[in-house]
T-cell receptor, first 111, second 115 residues
């Protein structure tokens, strides 16, 4: 089976812009979770989608949003980018939400 | 609030030394427990997991972890480390709440093994 794929792998944006990141889960997996990884904060949970519904949400501002499509692919959007949004954004998929399989991440740099 | 604590942020060992990485969590309900590993330049991989049953679980590459419910701990061990074990290790707890599963990660432990 192909693993979790994320696009793009690298992104450079400027403050105030918005960005959309994409994640394709492992075939058959219906749950997709998003995390922000930074050296200072570690892995912070953003949100989880299951069958197109957001089931869980972390403590991030409303600028961070996501959605999931009927084929389980998910997108994450960050509006009005801030310097502190520079991070590695990880997507993980699982069948039911427990054991997660991670993608390579999208490295976002905000200038 | 649920949280996961990893006791050591950086560990340096020589090859063949024994390894134990501590992990404690705070959550009173049923949990699933995981250790993930991130090798340099690679993405997070599952090392081992505990859902139920024998509290001593074995994972890949000779790693094992013991779940001690009374101590809310899930420590990772390896009797003899190799240079190739140099990586960052994350303990994670998966809790089931009304909204579904939520996974909380510890801050990670960077292990450096000297050849």
């Amino acid at each position: 089976k192909a693993g979790v794929t994320q696009t793009p792998r690298y992104l450079i944006k400027t403050r105030g812009q918005q960005v959309t990141l994409s994640c394709s889960p492992i075939s058959g997996h219906r749950s997709v979770s998003w995390y922000q990884q930074t050296p200072g904060q570690g892995l912070q949970f953003l949100f989880e989608y299951f069958s197109e519904t957001q089931r869980n949400k972390g403590n991030f501002p409303g600028r961070f949003s996501g959605r999931q499509f009927s084929n389980s692919r998910s997108e994450m959007n960050v509006s009005t980018l801030e310097l502190g949004d520079s991070a590695l954004y990880l997507c993980a998929s699982s069948f039911g939400g427990d054991t997660q399989y991670f993608g390579p991440g999208t490295r976002l740099t905000v200038l | 609030a649920q949280s996961v604590s990893q006791h050591n942020h950086h560990v340096i060992l020589s090859e063949a030394a024994s390894l134990e990485l501590g992990c404690n969590y705070s959550y009173g309900g049923t949990v699933n427990l995981f250790w993930y590993v991130q090798y340099p330049g690679q993405h997070l991989q599952l090392l081992l997991k505990y859902f139920s049953g024998d509290p001593l679980v074995k994972g890949i590459k000779g790693f094992e972890a013991e779940f001690i419910k009374s101590k809310f701990s899930f420590n990772l061990r390896k009797p003899s480390v190799q240079w190739s074990d140099t990586a960052e290790y994350f303990c994670a707890v998966n809790v089931l709440n009304t909204g579904g599963f939520k996974t909380i990660f510890g801050a990670g432990t960077r292990l450096f093994v000297k050849a």
